[in-house]
């Protein structure tokens, strides 16, 4: 089930400038930075942007696999 939590007005698309974005950010274009690959790299090659409504807030929901929450757990009681 899929909500319509927001709507974009005076919507503009432009090319995803990801050299400037990255040399912006951690003052390097060096390849392979690992943050850099996951965020930037490999994302598409277009942004949107525009005038954004929020019509329902949003709520932030975690969700972890069980083998994480049972290492959670564990670190936490020693």
Same mark, same amino acid.
């Given at each position: 089930?899929?909500?319509?939590?927001?709507?974009?007005? =005076? $919507?503009?698309?432009?090319?995803?400038?990801?050299?400037? !974005?990255?040399? !912006?950010?951690? !003052?390097?274009?060096?390849?392979?930075? =690992?943050?850099?690959?996951?965020?930037?790299?490999?994302?598409? *090659?277009?942004? $949107?942007?525009g005038?954004?409504?929020?019509?329902e807030?949003?709520?932030?929901?975690?969700?972890?696999?069980?083998?994480?929450?049972?290492?959670?757990?564990? *670190? =936490?009681?020693?």
């Amino acid at each position: 089930m899929h909500l319509l939590v927001d709507v974009y007005f =005076s $919507i503009e698309i432009y090319k995803h400038p990801k050299e400037e !974005r990255i040399a !912006r950010a951690w !003052r390097t274009t060096a390849p392979s930075l =690992s943050y850099v690959d996951q965020a930037i790299t490999y994302a598409g *090659n277009w942004l $949107i942007g525009g005038d954004l409504e929020v019509l329902e807030p949003i709520k932030m929901v975690l969700i972890v696999s069980n083998c994480h929450l049972l290492n959670f757990v564990k *670190n =936490s009681a020693s």
